[in-house]
């Protein structure tokens, strides 16, 4: 069933732009109206300016007009569970409604983790937060 948004970020690695850590990155999204959106990561010589596979993926689908994410798959190092980064872990918690989202830690298409949302990160600030002001 996950197995297009698994294939879409192991193939979304391919295109890493990693020159400088040489640690490259795919990423993919599914949005709650079936799209899928793919990523990798984007080093700059100014690291500072680097952007993650997953928030290139997710800004992808958000300048399309997908606001809902229900899922993320990431793949790294394909000898290891890499997990999102926690800037990532913080953007991919803006575009999952009600924190309502699989996240897919990939090492390859067979072998892979799924979490949710709260054991990623836990105590997460969101628009909740800022709603709540008096
Ligand atoms: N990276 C990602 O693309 N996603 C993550 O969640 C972790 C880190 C990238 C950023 C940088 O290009 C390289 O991995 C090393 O940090």
């Given at each position: 069933?996950?197995?297009?948004?698994?294939?879409?970020?192991?193939?979304?690695?391919?295109?890493?732009?990693?020159?400088?850590?040489?640690?490259?990155?795919?990423?993919?999204?599914?949005c709650?109206n079936?799209k899928?959106f793919?990523?990798?990561?984007?080093?700059?010589?100014?690291?500072?300016?680097?952007?993650?596979?997953?928030?290139?993926?997710?800004?992808k689908a958000v300048s399309e007009g997908c606001r809902t994410?229900?899922?993320?798959?990431?793949?790294?190092?394909?000898?290891?569970?890499?997990?999102?980064?926690?800037?990532?872990?913080?953007?991919?918690?803006?575009?999952?409604?009600?924190?309502?989202?699989?996240?897919?830690?990939?090492?390859?298409?067979?072998?892979?983790?799924?979490?949710?949302?709260?054991?990623?990160?836990?105590?997460?600030?969101?628009?909740?937060?800022?709603?709540?002001?008096?």
């Open positions: 069933m996950y197995d297009k948004l698994i294939e879409a970020a192991i193939q979304a690695r391919e295109n890493a732009y990693a020159p400088y850590s040489n640690f490259m990155v795919g990423a993919a999204v599914l709650e079936g899928i793919s990523g990798c990561n984007i080093e700059n010589a100014s690291f500072g300016a680097t952007n993650c596979a997953e928030r290139t993926a997710i800004f994410i229900k899922s993320v798959a990431v793949i790294g190092d394909p000898n290891n569970f890499t997990f999102p980064c926690g800037i990532c872990r913080q953007v991919i918690a803006e575009f999952a409604e009600n924190g309502d989202i699989k996240i897919f830690i990939v090492k390859n298409k067979k072998e892979f983790i799924v979490k949710t949302l709260d054991e990623v990160l836990p105590g997460v600030f969101s628009k909740k937060d800022l709603l709540m002001q008096d």
